[in-house]
């Protein structure tokens, strides 16, 4: 084989390898908290706004304490791990 021949397929290689990473770059941002939402709602199953969401991480005893918005919905971001109870 011609240097030029194997010079095409070094180049080649290199642009698929470069292409799989470029792809795979969406796949890092995922981090090591999650989230937890939900809606309030009331015995008729209408939308509680303005309704205390307390969420608390069991083992460590840390609570984050919400506030509904008009339609009742609440999200409680950057949890670790763990097991929580919520409470409204």
Do not use: E, H, W
């Not at 090591?32 to 309030?40: A, D, P, Q, Y």
């Amino acid at each position: 084989m011609s240097n030029c021949v194997k010079l095409k397929k070094f180049f080649g290689l290199l642009a698929l390898i470069s292409a799989a990473l470029l792809l795979s770059l969406p796949a890092f941002p995922q981090g090591n908290t999650g989230r937890i939402l939900g809606t309030v709602t009331d015995q008729s199953g209408g939308y509680v706004g303005g309704a205390t969401v307390t969420v608390t991480d069991v083992a460590r005893g840390v609570s984050q304490t919400l506030t509904t918005d008009s339609d009742g919905a609440y999200v409680a971001l950057n949890l670790v791990a763990g097991t929580y109870t919520v409470r409204a």
